[in-house]
């Protein structure tokens, strides 16, 4: 596998506070990567930070298995890390114009790009007329021009309309298709779990877990149960060695899976042992769930 970037110990401080804390992860070709985390938590900081325009307090970073210089290396990346900026009486494809020129970037590219943002048709029309969510794309066209081989973008939807930000997703989702690595920053769980398949989940600066956004939410799920003879429900669960913790809630017992077993199961086991079970239901934790434990037990 390609590595495109790779983060070891990144650290910042500004001045007593501690934005991004011994960050490390890798950043493998053809992935789409999501930095998810609470606002705050240092995701635009490490953006920054591999595009140059922060400074680092320590650790380190290299693009392209630091075969060449930071300098040469961003010219093979396309940012968008703040809100799109155009001249606002030039069209669409004058504004592409202006930024081929000062990339040295054929013209030839701008038809293609404004057709993968949806802008085509409206590639005539001053940028003071679009919308945020048509400027955002805008952003896109523009920082995919030099075909670039990542794209990174910050909070790509933010301050979008439902209908902006479905079609941001479905552009981002289309770009990583076609074979360009993405890395977006996003504070929406909901946008890391349908746009990306990787994913680095920080709060304050500080890695909690990274990897497949699939194995983020991997859970056996949990059994809710009722019987009449609790004490003994607890006890043959307890024994159980598919179960990993018990816990009562409003009379009900809640008892987490350590590995994958069936209602039909556990309902034959405690049977078998003489419980008749009054309530039994599988449940799985909602992702949103598996966030909050995620970023609040560490
Ligand atoms: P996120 O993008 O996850 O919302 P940031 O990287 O913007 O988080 O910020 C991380 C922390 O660093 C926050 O506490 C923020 O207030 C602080 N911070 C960010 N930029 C600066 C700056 N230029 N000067 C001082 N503190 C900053
Ligand atoms: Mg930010």
New binding site residues.
């Given amino acids: 596998m390609e590595t495109i970037l790779s983060i070891r110990n990144l650290d910042k401080k500004?001045?007593k506070?501690h934005?991004v804390n011994n960050l490390s992860f890798d950043i493998q070709k053809g992935n789409v990567y999501g930095i998810l985390?609470p606002?705050?938590?240092?995701?635009?900081?490490?953006l920054g930070i591999i595009l140059n325009v922060v400074n680092k307090t320590s650790g380190n970073f290299s693009w392209f298995d630091g075969a060449i210089s930071t300098h040469e290396a961003l010219k093979k990346v396309g940012a968008i890390i703040e809100r799109p900026n155009f001249y606002p009486y030039m069209s669409a494809t004058q504004n592409l114009q202006l930024i081929c020129k000062i990339k040295g970037v054929s013209y030839d590219k701008i038809e293609e790009k404004l057709k993968i943002v949806n802008l085509y048709d409206r590639r005539n029309s001053k940028f003071k007329t679009y919308s945020l969510g048509m400027k955002q794309r805008l952003a896109i066209a523009s920082a995919l021009l030099n075909d670039p081989e990542i794209l990174i973008l910050d909070e790509p939807t933010n301050g979008l309309d439902p209908q902006g930000i479905h079609e941001i997703r479905q552009i981002i989702k289309g770009i990583a298709k076609n074979g360009t690595t993405i890395l977006l920053?996003s504070?929406l769980l909901d946008e890391v779990e349908k746009v990306c398949s990787h994913v680095v989940v920080i709060r304050k600066?500080i890695k909690l877990y990274s990897g497949r956004v699939d194995e983020m939410t991997a859970s056996n799920g949990y059994f809710e149960l009722q019987a009449n003879d609790t004490k003994t429900l607890v006890q043959l669960l307890e024994k159980h060695a598919s179960i990993e913790t018990i816990k009562e809630e409003n009379g009900v017992l809640i008892a987490s899976l350590a590995s994958e077993l069936s209602s039909t199961e556990i309902n034959k086991y405690l049977f078998d042992n003489g419980v008749l079970l009054s309530h039994l239901v599988k449940r799985k934790p909602s992702l949103e769930q598996q966030f909050l434990d995620l970023t609040n037990n560490q």
């Fill in positions: 500004y001045g506070v934005a985390g606002n705050g938590s240092g995701k635009s900081t490490t920053a504070h600066g």
